[in-house]
């Protein structure tokens, strides 16, 4: 079983900046693939970025350029920042995992970004 919680959402002017945090249970952290993914409303949920196990990134076209994807193994801890924010990527962000097949989702945090 692993558990995800997000925190570091909230309400920030257009151009603005916010990071996103996710803290992962479980000793095997960093052999894992960690991502980002968002859902606006009215829309399906979709791929922000990924840190796989071996270090590498991957970033939806959307925000390339604009958000880091980080990780801290000693914190057991996934990072999104988030900067040059737009109206368009208000949406409840969510942190995953995949481990043996399953997908593993934490409660998500709100970002709203005004314009």
């Known amino acids: 079983q692993v558990q995800l919680v997000e925190s570091g959402g909230g309400l920030v002017q257009a151009g603005g900046s916010l990071r996103l945090s996710c803290a992962a249970s479980?000793?095997?952290?960093?052999?894992?693939?960690m991502g980002w993914f968002r859902q606006a409303p009215g829309k399906e949920r979709e791929f922000v970025a990924t840190f796989s196990s071996g270090g590498s990134t991957n970033y939806a076209d959307s925000v390339k350029g604009r958000f880091t994807i980080s990780r801290d193994v000693a914190k057991n801890t996934v990072y999104l920042q988030m900067n040059s924010l737009k109206p368009e990527d208000t949406a409840v962000y969510y942190c995953?995992?995949?481990?043996?097949?399953?997908?593993?989702w934490g409660q998500g945090t709100q970002v709203t970004v005004s314009s």
């Open positions: 479980g000793r095997t952290f960093s052999t894992y693939n």
């Open positions: 995953n995992t995949v481990r043996s097949g399953v997908n593993y």
